[in-house]
């Protein structure tokens, strides 16, 4: 198995932090999908859902992607995409979970109009396929396509990394656009009235509880995503050039801030309340 980088780890961290900290649901997805086009140096990323029981693609779309420049077409490029039985259509109607690219699961990839016309379009000529396991008939995916070099045994094993990550980040959209809307409408959508809804915000339903209202500082919320991570303090000293003395120190103020008293407590809590995923 390949072995990450501590910048990817890094990078896991960094778009943690950006979920947690947006309050805008319409954008997330978009900001999700530029963190991974950047990180994977990808030419095109978007956040897919295909709907595998229609033949002709029906509730087929995107939820995100970027660049932002292909966005007027990418609702009918990823409808197109499901009429073409796309490889990664078929692997997630077989229940394919693992993150793989297209040729690897496609003898014949390279002779397909999927592929010809990504080629064309975008000069995509490698994809690798990130399934967001669900329940429903409506199967989603993060497909990243980049031209050149192939998808490494590395990337796999940080794509395979993030890919939890990147199911919660969705969930954590769902329920703040579900949040929004019944704070919109005065109500919870279950007849706990408005008073429900701000205790849902601000009580941790669906991890949308900011640092901030814990008094966390930037630091403090660091060493606690690294902490989540399993890392010792030595490890985490390391990484944020600081010595174990100094990373206990901030523990101890996480656990006064958080209400516990060891690490196992501290990932627990923080977890509930939606700090780290």
């Not at 033949?55 to 197109?80: E, F, H, K, M, Q």
């Amino acid at each position: 198995m390949s072995h990450l980088r501590s910048r990817d780890y890094e990078r896991m961290l960094d778009l943690a932090v950006a979920v947690l900290e947006s309050h805008q649901p319409e954008a997330l997805q978009h900001l999700v999908a530029a963190h991974l086009l950047e990180t994977f140096g990808c030419g095109t990323v978007i956040l897919a859902k295909f709907d595998v029981t229609s033949p002709v693609g029906r509730g087929s779309g995107a939820d995100g992607w970027a660049p932002t420049s292909i966005g007027p077409a990418v609702d009918a490029l990823v409808l197109r995409r499901a009429r073409q039985r796309h490889p990664l259509v078929g692997y997630l109607a077989a229940g394919g979970r693992r993150p793989v690219t297209m040729d690897r699961i496609c003898d014949g990839w390279r002779n397909t109009r999927c592929y010809s016309e990504a080629r064309h379009d975008f000069g995509t000529t490698r994809q690798l396929g990130i399934p967001l396991p669900g329940d429903g008939t409506v199967m989603r995916a993060v497909s990243l396509g980049r031209k050149g070099r192939d998808f490494s045994a590395r990337e796999l094993a940080f794509a395979a990394r993030i890919q939890p990550l990147l199911l919660g980040a969705e969930n954590h959209i769902r329920e703040l656009g579900r949040l929004r809307r019944a704070a919109a409408q005065g109500g919870d959508g279950g007849g706990g009235g408005s008073g429900a809804v701000r205790e849902a915000v601000v009580g941790g339903v669906g991890g949308l509880v900011p640092a901030a209202e814990h008094g966390l500082t930037p630091r403090e919320r660091t060493v606690l995503g690294l902490v989540a991570q399993g890392l010792t303090a030595e490890v985490i000293g390391r990484r944020l050039t600081i010595s174990p003395h100094t990373v206990n120190r901030h523990l101890e103020k996480i656990y006064r801030k958080l209400g516990t008293n060891n690490r196992v407590s501290t990932v627990v809590q923080a977890r509930r309340v939606g700090l780290v995923p």
